[in-house]
């Protein structure tokens, strides 16, 4: 398996609260990126990056911001959560001349 | 944009059997690569076997393999003498390979159970 962290694995949280999803690779990827999977059903890209202060929106909308200050780093922030906001999020990262994208284990976040 | 569709919701094979996922896609694009994904329960996403579209020749890893035609945009993976450790989750992808589509656009996912 890749050198690829996601923390917390699983974070139940109420309404209301500020949250960071911490992402962190040791692989030296500049490109990474943050996907949001509901249970048994297909990823959808919220946001990703080409570099150190480089982040872009992905093809579905999200509440959620990004951050890329270091290359190894890639926390993903929701000011407010909220019960939508229940669903897994998977952290990737490649490197530039590289096709695979490495995947981390996931959060699983549930907004009550 | 690019659409990656995966007909087959849920599948199953006996163990030691072979089974096949389809993959369907729809670019406009020449030159693209396309993978296959297994996301085991509870367990890291991991590459399976990636074809790029440059290539006739199809993908082969151990088991894996894959039927790659172009022209029909299908991208179907065989699985042969399957294994209790093959049961997951199987996402199709495709990557275009325009100077910035940098983006994997995965499909809906096939469940595989492998009954012993």
């Known amino acids: 398996e890749a050198d690829i962290y996601q923390t917390p694995r699983y974070l139940v949280i109420g309404t209301g609260k500020k949250i960071t999803l911490e992402c962190s690779q040791t692989?030296?990827?500049?490109?990474m990126y943050w996907y949001q999977q509901d249970p048994g059903m297909e990823l959808h890209l919220i946001h990703y990056?080409?570099?150190?202060?480089?982040?872009e929106k992905g093809d579905l909308s999200s509440e959620s911001t990004v951050s890329r200050i270091r290359t190894e780093h890639f926390p993903l922030t929701l000011e407010s959560a909220r019960p939508s906001h229940t669903s897994q999020y998977l952290c990737?990262?490649?490197?530039?001349?590289?096709?695979?994208?490495?995947f981390g284990p996931g959060t699983r976040l549930t907004v009550l | 944009a690019q659409t990656v569709t995966q007909s087959q919701p849920e599948m199953s094979v006996q163990e030691a059997e072979t089974v096949t996922l389809s993959c369907t896609y729809d670019?406009?694009?020449?030159?693209?690569?396309l993978f296959w994904y297994k996301q085991p329960p509870s367990r890291q996403m991991i590459l399976v076997i990636r074809q790029e579209a440059y290539k006739q020749q199809n993908a082969t890893e151990n088991r894996f393999s894959v039927n790659f035609q172009k022209a029909a945009k299908s991208f179907s993976l065989k699985i042969s003498d399957s294994q209790l450790g093959d049961a997951a989750m199987y996402f199709c992808a495709y990557r275009g390979n325009l100077q910035g589509a940098q983006k994997l656009v995965f499909g809906q996912g096939t469940r595989l159970t492998i009954n012993p």
């Open positions: 692989m030296g990827h500049d490109k």
């Open positions: 990737a990262s490649r490197p530039t001349r590289y096709n695979e994208q490495f």
């Open positions: 670019t406009s694009e020449s030159d693209y690569y």
């Open positions: 990056s080409y570099g150190v202060n480089s982040t």
